[in-house]
C-alpha cells in the first residue's frame, strides 16, 4: 500500500508539472466567461422568450436569470467539453512514457505493471476530480458573483420545475460529484487507449471519437440502437439530471453510478492486462 500511494504521489508530480495539464483549467475559465458574459448582456431576454407561453398563465417575481441558472447552462457543457480536457492528461500517462522511452526506469523499481496502471489512473482521476471541482467554483462561483442568486427554474420540453434558492447548492454539490464519476469514465478509457499506442495523440482523438460516435447512438431513435444504449457509459453520464428532478429517480441513478463504476474497473482492469504483456524493451 505504501509503495502504491508513493507510486501515485510520483504521477501527481508528474501530472501537474506538465503545462498542458493547465490548458484544461485555463479552457474551462474561458469557456465558463465566455458563456456568463454572454448571458450578463443577454440572459434576461432568454428567460423571457422561454417563459413567454407559461407568463399567459402565471406570474413570475424574483430574480430567475440568476447565477443558479447560470451554473446549470454551465453544468450541460460537462459531457461536450470537459472529456476533450481529460483525456488530454489521461491519454498521455501511457503513451507518453512509451513515446520517451522511459517505461524501463520506472520498472526497474520493485512494483508490479498493475501498480503502476492503477497509480496513473488514481492520478487521472484525481485531475478529473480537481477540472470538475474548479468547472463548479467557477461556474457556480462567476455566477452567483455576476448575477446573485434566487430561485432556479429548470425547463424541459414538457414540464418546467421552480425549486427554491435554499433547495438547491446541495442539489449542485451531487451533480458536480455525479459528473466527476461520469469524466473518471473517460479518464479511464483514455488510459486503455493509452495502454494500446506509443503516441499521445491516438488515446485523445480515439476518447473523442468513441464519445462522439456513442453520443450519435444515443440520440438516434432506431430500435436496434436503442436496445444497446442502456449499456453505453454516454448514456449515463448525463444521469446528474436527476437531481434537478422535483422527484428524483433514485432506481435509475443507482442503475447509472453501479454501470460507470462497471465501465471503470472494466477499463482499468484491460489497461492492467495489457500493459501486463507489453514488450518494453522493443
Known amino acids: 500500500m505504501k509503495m502504491l500511494i508513493r507510486l501515485i504521489n510520483i504521477e501527481l508530480f508528474k501530472v501537474f508539472s506538465r503545462p498542458r495539464t493547465y490548458i484544461g483549467f485555463a479552457g474551462i475559465a474561458l469557456l465558463v466567461l465566455i458563456l456568463e458574459i454572454a448571458f450578463y448582456i443577454d440572459g434576461n431576454r432568454l428567460v423571457d422568450f422561454a417563459t413567454q407561453s407559461l407568463k399567459e398563465s402565471f406570474i413570475f417575481t424574483g ?11 454551465v453544468l450541460q457543457t460537462l459531457i461536450v467539453h470537459v472529456p476533450l480536457l481529460v483525456s488530454l492528461v489521461a491519454g498521455e500517462l501511457l503513451a507518453g512514457e512509451a513515446s520517451t522511452g522511459t517505461f524501463r526506469f520506472l520498472l526497474t523499481r520493485p512494483v508490479s505493471r498493475v501498480n503502476v496502471v492503477v497509480a496513473k489512473y488514481f492520478a487521472a482521476m484525481i485531475y478529473t476530480i480537481a477540472l470538475v471541482v474548479w468547472l463548479c467554483i467557477v461556474g457556480l462561483g462567476l455566477g452567483v458573483l455576476l448575477f446573485g442568486h434566487g430561485e432556479l427554474i429548470v425547463m424541459k420540453t414538457s414540464s418546467i420545475t421552480i425549486f427554491a434558492s435554499n433547495d438547491v447548492l446541495w442539489r449542485f454539490a451531487c451533480a458536480f460529484t455525479f459528473g466527476a464519476l461520469g469524466m473518471s469514465t473517460v479518464a479511464a478509457l483514455a488510459l486503455l487507449l493509452s495502454s494500446i499506442t506509443e503516441n499521445a495523440v491516438g488515446p485523445i482523438v480515439g476518447t473523442m471519437v468513441i464519445i462522439i460516435i456513442f453520443l ?58 495489457i500493459f501486463k504483456r507489453k514488450d518494453i524493451l522493443t
Open 63 to 73: 430574480n430567475l436569470m440568476n447565477g443558479y441558472l447560470v451554473c446549470l447552462i
Open 216 to 273: 450519435v447512438i444515443n440520440a438516434t431513435d432506431v430500435e436496434v440502437l436503442n436496445r444497446i444504449k442502456p449499456f453505453l457509459f454516454t448514456t449515463h453520464i448525463n444521469a446528474w439530471k436527476y437531481f434537478f428532478e422535483e422527484e428524483i429517480d433514485k432506481t435509475g441513478l443507482i442503475e447509472s453510478t453501479l454501470i460507470l463504476i462497471g465501465h471503470i474497473v472494466g477499463f482499468v482492469a484491460a489497461t492492467a492486462l
